[in-house]
């Protein structure tokens, strides 16, 4: 088991660029989840799928940010017109379940985006 | 909301020297989740205490829960080098199925 696999490991983007960025969950797992990891703002929850249907985007930014799960094996996170305050560590998590304490999320080792 | 935050965010220990890390919350969990963040690495839970629990143990480590005080700690007995690392509760709610809410972290450094 490789755990999550996040792509790539690093991304830099101009300001204005558009940068998508990979999730591959744990194979069994029904629930992603994306984070987003700052020194200033810590770990935000962003959004999260069950079974691949999304079920919370409460922490998305509404605009530029957009998040999808074509099929069980992968999630992408699309972040339009990037700007220098949407540099991130972005991380995705899975879980087998998203409740109780089943609900534990295992985290990929991150995306850190960097936009000029 | 609900929220999870450690009261000190950065410590510095010898090696061998025992050390406590806090967290407090502000509404209902049905589990206190910790993990461990390491360099250029995500979390990795390390030991998770449910609520009817006050106490719970893993090897080195020692978490509690009080729930009349919304709060938890983590205890590393003993702490060694390779304990170096940024430590974070996080807490679910009843109210949101899914996510967890994650305390700003405590970075820890454990020193020869």
């Known amino acids: 088991n490789a755990g999550v696999i996040q792509t790539p490991r690093h991304k830099v983007t101009g300001k204005g660029q558009e940068a998508t960025l990979w999730c591959e969950p744990i194979?069994?797992?029904?629930?992603v989840f994306w984070y987003r990891q700052t020194i200033v703002q810590g770990l935000e929850f962003l959004t999260y799928?069950?079974?691949?249907?999304?079920?919370?985007d409460s922490g998305m930014p509404k605009e530029r940010f957009s998040a999808q799960m074509p099929n069980q094996s992968h999630s992408t996170l699309k972040i339009q017109s990037t700007q220098p305050q949407d540099s991130a560590v972005y991380l995705c998590?899975?879980?087998?379940?998203?409740?109780?304490?089943?609900?534990?999320?295992?985290f990929g080792a991150g995306t850190r985006l960097s936009v000029l | 909301s609900q929220w999870g935050e450690e009261n000190l965010q950065a410590l510095s220990i010898q090696e061998g020297e025992d050390v406590t890390m806090n967290c407090s919350y502000k509404?209902?969990?049905?589990?206190v989740h910790w993990y461990r963040q390491d360099s250029g690495r995500g979390p990795a839970l390390i030991i998770l205490?449910?609520?009817?629990?006050r106490e719970k143990r893993s090897g080195r480590l020692r978490a509690t829960l009080d729930t009349s005080s919304q709060s938890s700690s983590l205890s590393i007995t003993a702490a060694q080098c390779e304990d170096t690392a940024v430590y974070f509760c996080?807490?679910?709610?009843?109210?949101?199925?899914?996510?967890?809410?994650f305390g700003r972290g405590t970075r820890l450094q454990v020193y020869a």
């Open positions: 205490i449910r609520s009817n629990e």
């Open positions: 799928f069950r079974n691949q249907a999304p079920i919370d």
């Open positions: 194979s069994g797992h029904s629930a």
């Open positions: 509404t209902y969990t049905t589990v």
């Open positions: 998590a899975s879980s087998l379940r998203d409740w109780g304490v089943q609900n534990t999320l295992y």
């Open positions: 996080a807490t679910d709610g009843t109210q949101v199925v899914g996510q967890l809410t």
